[in-house]
């Protein structure tokens, strides 16, 4: 957050934090920039191997041995951003069962306070560079190319529900 602040403040040509206080009080424009900043959108596809080795070898099983285990999954991301994490989780649950999961099998809600983030997340379309560490295999199974964009496939996106939530 303070690096946010600094940032912010060296374009307003601010030095000091009273300053700069009173700057977003009188500004709403400047406000709305600051709060925009705060709202840091650091995620993409798969970013954390680790964790979606635990969701493969105990997380999904565990959600299958419940007590019913007809019972819809159910997966919640706050603070989902742009969306990558949500389709990633998407994924590794498609892989992981194996074959066709229906809607009414599973759903992963996607949660954030930015509306912005929210829209580029349901559209599901992403730059190349985005997709760096996208297998070339899911890349082709998962993925639509369109000129330097790629876009989830429906499939996917069907599994994703994304809403706006202030946690």
């Given amino acids: 957050l303070r690096r946010r602040l600094d940032r912010r403040m060296t374009l307003q040509g601010i030095e000091s934090l009273p300053e700069y206080a009173e700057r977003i009080e009188r500004d709403t424009g400047e406000s709305a920039a600051l709060y925009q900043d705060f709202l840091i959108r650091v995620t993409e596809f798969f970013r954390d191997p680790a964790s979606f080795d635990v969701l493969r070898r105990q997380v ?3 959600l299958r041995e419940g007590p019913d285990p007809r019972q819809p999954i159910r997966i919640w991301v706050p603070g989902c951003a742009t969306g990558e994490e949500v389709y990633s989780i998407a994924i590794e649950l498609l892989e992981w069962i194996g074959n066709r999961v229906m809607p ?3 759903q992963i809600f996607g949660t954030d306070v930015s509306e912005a983030a929210l829209d580029k997340a349901r559209a599901g379309i992403y730059h190349a560079n985005g997709l760096r560490d996208v297998s070339s295999e899911r890349r082709q ?6 000129d330097d964009h790629f876009r989830v496939v429906k499939e996917i996106r069907d599994l994703c529900i994304f809403a706006r939530q202030d946690v």
Avoid: C
Avoid at 141 to 146: L, M, Q, S, Y
């Fill in 60 to 62: 999904f099983p565990a």
């Fill in 141 to 146: 199974r998962f993925f639509e190319k369109h």
């Fill in 104 to 106: 009414s099998e599973a």
